[in-house]
């Protein structure tokens, strides 16, 4: 073999991998134009903190509806163990204990119960659906 035939695989491993590098650069490089371009006119509006903390707000007001939906959901699926669990215990006693059934089925009835709880929490304070307002941060700030 010639030295020459050596060079040759060195310098194609060379120009492919300086054009990945290139391709690497120039995509980073456009990714981050478009940030600029998304960010400046999100910073010309010049929020203030009382913006922020609104737009917390705005985005909390579902959280008690995703907190039924979530306990509705393990609540059904504790319950579904639970009876799965009982079924076991009645085809073979002596190795499942009935134990494994019934606390997963209380465990169940406690997550499905949880929005009722919750709803009579908030109705025992005098707040019914609905009524309960938030002033507006901005009206606090000079």
Known sequence: MSCSSLKEPEDVFRRNLMRHTMKKMFSVLALTAVA???AVPALAQNPQVSDSINNVRDNLKTVPQLINFAAYIIGFA???AGISKLKAHVD????TPIKDGLGRLAAGALFISIPFLLDMMRNTQGVSKGTATYNSVAVLAP
Do not use: D, I, T
Request: some cysteine; aromatic content about 0%; overall charge neutral.
């Open 78 to 80: 504790l319950c579904v």
């Open 36 to 38: 600029v371009a998304v």
């Open 92 to 95: 073979n006693p002596g190795q």
